[in-house]
């Protein structure tokens, strides 16, 4: 049978609705696409809505040179590399048990939930082996029980010395600016007063620059305040 002039019109009808078809398909994709880039941004800008924030609420950056970035650690042959915040500096009481929170939006990528404090041979053995520098291995069991936090921009929060993580908190988990993360304590010291170590690193810590690295005095306060908010 011959083709007619109809079935060339049915042909051409059926090729516009085939295009029409796979264009809706692809704008389809494409808005998926779209709508999903938008769903992971959306949850970015949760996870960071502001700057950092310091991980003691009412709490301001300590004042005395030992508790402060770049303060010498000469049993270990280094120095500090975050704030250490003990009661008398740090503007409100620090006591065991208080909440620690989270400084900024970020993924828990470490939590010491079954952590066990050093005996004292052990404690003795750990300073011994320091004495001509930390591994990081060593700067974990040095800090006690601990939570680390990787966060949008590539740097890492380090909370030590805690007396226990947050309930329900493990490794994966996401919090926001402020959520909980642990309570205060002084585990990794064998004994004294109670405190947290506040470290924040540029990538993975111990293998990567601190904030503030290299910094003193008034300059690294100035800049400490500008990045916490507190000016």
């Known amino acids: 049978m011959g083709w007619k002039p109809g079935h060339y019109l049915l042909l051409a009808l059926a090729l516009y609705a085939l295009v029409v078809s796979l264009g809706f398909s692809l704008r389809g994709r494409q808005l998926a696409a779209l709508r999903q880039e938008v769903g992971v941004l959306r949850q970015k800008a949760a996870w960071a809505p502001e700057g950092y924030r310091l991980p003691l609420s009412g709490a301001c950056l300590p004042s005395r040179p030992e508790n402060l970035p770049n303060a010498p650690r000469p049993y270990r042959k280094g120095v500090s590399a975050g704030f250490v915040f003990q009661n008398g500096d740090a503007c409100v009481p620090v006591v065991r048990g208080m909440g620690v ?131």
């Open 101 to 231: 929170v989270a400084a900024q939006g970020g993924e828990v990528v470490k939590v010491d939930l079954g952590y066990k404090e050093p005996g004292p041979e052990a404690y003795r053995a750990l300073l011994e082996r320091v004495k001509e520098g930390a591994s990081p291995e060593d700067m974990d069991l040095l800090r006690g029980l601990e939570v680390h936090l990787r966060h949008p921009d590539g740097r890492t929060t380090v909370y030590a010395h805690l007396q226990a993580p947050y309930p329900g908190l493990k490794v994966g988990s996401r919090v926001h600016r402020g959520d909980p993360i642990g309570y205060l304590g002084n585990t990794g010291l064998q004994g004294g007063a109670p405190r947290l170590l506040f470290e924040v690193w540029e990538g993975e810590p111990d293998r990567s620059p601190f904030l503030f690295q290299g910094l003193s005095g008034e300059e690294l306060l100035r800049q400490a305040k500008a990045f916490f908010g507190l000016e």
